[in-house]
């Protein structure tokens, strides 16, 4: 993809200190959180007002930090943000879990499975600590799961990074979502076939 690749080189380029690479890079890290924000905001909870736009504004503060950034390929610049988006938006939704709760019922999809959030963002709240645990007992399969919920990742992009085969990445992505489902809803019904291993392990 010619944008991923223009993306890849420009990171490279702007680690080796080149001003005109950070300057062509900053509007298409612009234009990438936009795409995540918008995924993860499509099926925002009734009521609430975090925008895409807010969310891009504040990831894109911490992204363009540069003593944190480790600007050194397309898929770990992807995996840094989805670990900022995941971050923004718990902190939102735990300050809104302080206002009375309630309000209908929306959908939030983990891939196939569907994961309900009420008005005050309850269930992402839940799921953020039920990722924690599974980060305890095992932290690959937290970071598939943030990689490709929070980040949108593909589980090429995501194989790249944690070094592993996209098998193993398929194969720890189906036991990872199984394992939230039980602990989120007490089911193993998180969709079709791939929600049937027993454990996280």
Not at 31 to 42: C, F, K, W, Y
Not at 91 to 104: E, H, I, L, T
Not at 108 to 137: F, N, W
Not at 150 to 172: H, P, W, Y
């Amino acid at each position: 993809m010619a944008h991923s690749t223009d993306t890849t080189q420009l990171l490279l380029d702007s680690r080796q200190g080149h001003k005109e690479a950070l300057d062509e890079l900053m509007p298409l890290v612009h234009d990438e959180l936009r795409d995540i924000a918008h995924r993860l905001l499509q099926k925002r909870p009734a009521g609430h007002m975090l925008t895409t736009t807010a969310l891009v504004h504040e990831a894109y503060l911490k992204l363009i930090d540069q003593s944190r950034v480790d600007w050194s390929d397309h898929a770990h610049f992807q995996a840094l943000s989805a670990r900022i988006m995941r971050q923004i938006l718990i902190d939102y939704f735990r300050k809104q879990s302080a206002d009375k709760r309630g309000g209908d019922a929306a959908m939030i999809s983990l891939e196939e499975g569907k994961i309900p959030v009420d008005q005050r963002g309850e269930t992402l709240l839940a799921l953020d600590e039920a990722l924690t645990r599974l980060a305890d007992r095992d932290p690959r399969k937290a970071q598939i799961v943030m990689y490709q919920f929070f980040g949108g990742m593909t589980q090429k992009a995501i194989a790249n990074v944690l070094d592993l085969s996209t098998r193993t990445i398929r194969r720890e992505w189906r036991k990872a979502r199984a394992w939230l489902a039980r602990e989120i809803s007490g089911t193993d019904e998180v969709g079709g076939d791939e929600g049937t291993d027993e454990s996280a392990s």
